[in-house]
């Protein structure tokens, strides 16, 4: 019977499709503003700032977003819960022990970041350690070691990066018309140029952006699926996910450059639907006990 378990790879590959399209979104972008302005700089910048802002990102996103929500790290003797649970999944996973920091909020909530497994960080909310009992704080620990295992935070930086990109690129095209840019558009295709040009610009970012929350979706999923397989009790993720979206307070820190990092939405759950669900940093959670407890792990 096909089940969200046996739909991994699709997952993953689904993902992989949607980072290729955005590679493609990039460099269509830097050649039409390159084409427009007749000048071939404009999509050599375009390219090399794209890899400049993912090495960056790479090395140093995890300590940008432990700064951003004044994360704490922590020893055996302060959490023993916590870091026992941890060094025993790690080691069920095949994963080194990941460092382990606090975020002092009453809202319950969690993340991984780090650039690779052999760097990575599980941060939990002290929200979260309250409300929750010890087979439910399995179930988050196995979903966010779950992330660092299908190398999920390397993907989600890239995607944030090249949103802000998208961005960057729109924005300065639109800008150049306002002053008065493209001298050269009369050389290039005149008003239907501009046209073209407005449109991108215009939609570009949002296409990234959808593209952006899609893939997070996805991987929330995947990770949900995944940290089932290593507990090999699914209930206790599922309780966990009840739990933390009864929930409605917002993260004080929550941010939206990051807030597809944590493991519920930390602006507070709010029940969506229809076009608004596209815009959803994560799946409803109905959808995630779901498709927990009524897909056997066999």
Do not use: C
Not at 5 to 27: C, D, P, R
Not at 107 to 134: C, Q, W, Y
Not at 143 to 148: Q, R, V
């Amino acid at each position: 019977m096909s089940n969200l378990y046996t739909h991994q790879s699709e997952n993953i590959w689904k993902t992989y499709l949607f980072m290729a399209f955005f590679v493609g979104l990039v460099i269509g972008l830097g050649y039409f503003f390159a084409y427009f302005y007749n000048n071939s700089f404009i999509l050599y910048f375009a390219v090399f700032f794209a890899l400049f802002m993912n090495v960056f990102s790479y090395w140093f996103s995890d300590k940008i977003v432990l700064k951003l929500h004044k994360a704490k790290p922590v020893t055996r003797e302060e959490y023993f819960d916590l870091y026992n649970i941890t060094e025993n999944l790690s080691i069920t996973a095949g994963l080194p022990m990941p460092k382990l920091y606090i975020v002092e909020d009453a809202s319950p909530n969690a993340f991984a970041t780090g650039r690779n497994k052999d760097h990575a960080v599980i941060a939990v909310t002290s929200g979260l350690l309250k409300i929750l009992e010890k087979d439910e704080l399995e179930g988050v620990i196995a979903h966010e070691l779950s992330h660092i295992g299908n190398k999920d935070m390397l993907l989600s930086t890239i995607v944030v990066v090249m949103v802000g990109f998208i961005a960057i690129l729109s924005d300065f095209f639109i800008r150049s018309q306002m002053w008065g840019g493209g001298r050269n558009r009369d050389n290039q295709g005149g008003g239907i140029a501009i046209i073209i040009g407005v449109a991108l610009a215009l939609l570009a970012p949002l296409a990234a952006t959808l593209i952006r929350l899609a893939i997070s979706r996805k991987r929330e999923f995947l990770a949900d699926a995944s940290g089932a397989l290593l507990t090999r009790y699914p209930e206790g993720l599922a309780k966990a996910l009840k739990k933390i979206s009864a929930e409605t307070t917002p993260l004080h820190s929550a941010k939206n450059a990051t807030a597809h990092l944590f493991i519920s939405n930390p602006f507070g759950n709010k029940k969506s639907s229809g076009l608004h669900k596209l815009f959803m940093t994560h799946p409803s959670t109905e959808e995630r006990i779901h498709a927990l407890i009524d897909s056997p792990l066999d």
